[in-house]
């Protein structure tokens, strides 16, 4: 790419939209690390007057601790400018007039108080852990089949994820689960759906032509945000910088 | 012309082409008994199928209980039958399992342990899942997963969505064995209902082939849709977890439906035994 027309689409750039995890820090032990120099950077593009947000796929936080556990790290970012599925899943219940039936982790309960979630209408699934059990997953299945339009969200797609005492299967194996229990497809919320992506740029009042992504997956985050007309930077940390064939599994699909 | 087309849809001239029927395989959870009570005039109808010249096999997927429960249960509600008339996807499981020559991490009840006896399970290299929402926890599905990733096949009882119990329907393994696959990007191998080579087996000891046998139960497509894939005749009963509309859900659709077993024995026994 010649340097005359990358200069050009800089200088239209108005806002950057920032992946978390393996851009800003490394998950691990105790919560995880800042990867050096990260929190330095983010001060500095608050301050050049661009519009920066940040994007995750987190579920098994609410917005608020998770935005505490960076404070911790270094990091200065408000909460209102954190976007992560729930609240945009959120979003849509409103906009929709759906009640839930939750089937997500015990932590991001707190993160759906103010939503009605008497006789629900539909079944938002995240990442549950522990809470993905038989009796769980059939109560679940219950209230889907029960529907007369089965409705099924699910925070994020993914198949699994790597923590310290090994592989762990992620929220997208239980979607498939229900999505085959009872022949229905789920709307995935979260990267790298375009609907995810639209609701960050709608708050920052920006169009995808005037907003850079910055991420380390490739196909969640900078896949994603080039599918809505955003141009996407991956960095070389984070996912990027595990062993190709890992790389492979965990990005595929 | 239009006699002709209204020959072809005939079932008694369907059956007319076909060979006289020697077999008939029945299903039992939600066709014959729905948990611990049998489906009114089951019992009586199964009597006089007796009398009929044909063999009669009893084929489930039910994967939480052995041989042996399932003949003692059927016994207790007086059904007339033996035990090696029942022919399950356990033992189809660990038919395939001794084949391969590996040893399986058996996600199955407890109380279907018994049809694995004599199979090694230590240093497991296959994953076996059936139903068995005991054991179906996050911590034991990771232990699968991981397993299967390191390249242990999955092989699966059957793939059921659900069934029905007292309390309502259930997931089956189904949802289980599909979330694996997908974190593992690999393929089960599924021995039990619809798989065509479930009802082969079960037929291979009767010395009968698919077109001289029908089958009866009340899974569109697991029962009715397998067996006719198969080459079988299907007979829909309403009982179980039928569904309306399930008919629809198989092509082609069942060959007939009927509100319960009593009333598909009556069709067998006045339309489709030998030639007249």
């Known amino acids: 790419m010649a340097a005359g027309s990358s200069m050009q689409w800089l200088r239209s750039v108005k806002g950057v939209i920032l992946d978390m995890c393996g851009v800003l820090y490394d998950s691990g032990e105790g919560g995880g ?30 917005r608020e601790r998770f935005v505490q556990k960076l404070c911790v ?20 219940l409103r906009e929709r007039h759906l009640r839930p039936h939750l089937l997500v982790h015990d932590d991001l309960i707190p993160e759906f108080d103010s939503v009605d979630v008497s006789s629900p209408n539909c079944v938002v699934i995240g990442d549950a852990a522990d809470n993905f059990s038989y009796q769980n997953l059939n109560e679940a299945f219950r209230v889907l089949i029960g529907l007369e339009k089965p409705l099924l969200f699910s925070l994020g797609q993914g198949r699994y994820y790597k923590e310290t005492d090994g592989l762990k299967l992620d929220v997208g194996v239980f979607m498939k689960a229900l999505e085959y229990a009872c022949d229905v497809q789920a709307q995935v919320v979260g990267k790298p759906s375009a609907e995810f992506f639209q609701t960050v740029l709608s708050d920052m009042k ?3 032509h005037e907003v850079v992504m910055i991420g ?38 | 012309m239009f006699i002709c087309l209204f020959y072809s849809f005939n079932p008694v001239a369907v059956m007319a082409s076909r060979r006289a029927l020697k077999a008939v395989l029945i299903d039992l959870s939600g ?92 240093d497991p290299n296959a994953v076996v899942i059936g139903l068995a929402p005991d054991h179906f926890n996050y911590q034991t599905l990771n232990k699968a997963f991981r397993l299967i990733l390191d390249g242990a096949p999955l092989i699966a009882i059957h793939k059921a969505r659900y069934y029905k119990r007292k309390d309502g329907l259930a997931l089956g393994p189904g949802p289980f064995v599909t979330g694996l696959e997908y974190a593992t990007d690999t393929q089960a191998t599924v021995v039990g209902k619809p798989e065509k080579g479930f009802f082969l087996e079960a037929l291979r000891d009767l010395n009968c082939s698919p077109e001289e046998a029908v089958m009866i139960g009340d899974d569109a497509r697991d029962d009715v849709g397998g067996a006719q894939n198969a080459g079988m005749l299907g007979i829909l009963v ?39």
């Open chain 2, 31 to 122: 066709t014959l008994h729905i948990e611990d009570a049998a489906v009114p005039g089951a019992q009586e109808a199964l009597a006089r199928l007796r009398q009929a010249p044909v063999t009669v096999k009893f084929v489930t997927n039910t994967t939480k209980e052995c041989k042996r429960t399932l003949f003692e249960r059927l016994r207790r509600l007086n059904f007339d039958l033996q035990e090696q008339e029942i022919f399950t996807s356990l033992t189809a499981a660990r038919n395939l399992l001794e084949q391969r020559a590996v040893r399986p991490l058996l996600l199955v009840e407890d109380s279907a342990l018994e049809d694995f006896t004599g199979l090694e399970t230590s």
């Open chain 1, 73 to 92: 790290m270094g990091f200065d970012i408000s909460v209102s400018h954190v976007f992560s599925p729930a609240p945009a899943l959120i979003h849509i």
């Open chain 1, 206 to 208: 920006l169009q995808p």
């Open chain 1, 33 to 62: 690390q800042a990867i050096h120099g990260s929190a330095e950077a983010v001060r500095r593009l608050i301050g050049s007057g661009l519009t920066v947000r940040f994007c995750t796929n987190e579920t098994q936080n609410t």
């Open chain 1, 216 to 253: 380390d997956d490739l196909l969640n985050d900078i896949g994603g945000a080039q599918r809505c007309g955003m141009k996407g930077l991956q960095v070389r940390t984070g996912k990027y910088s595990q062993s190709r064939n890992v790389e492979q599994l965990i990005l595929r699909k």
């Open chain 2, 238 to 276: 309403k009982t179980g977890k039928y569904r309306p509309g399930d008919e629809g859900k198989i092509n082609p659709p069942p060959h007939l439906m009927c509100d319960s077993f009593p009333e598909a024995v009556n069709h067998i026994l006045e339309n489709l035994l030998g030639s007249k």
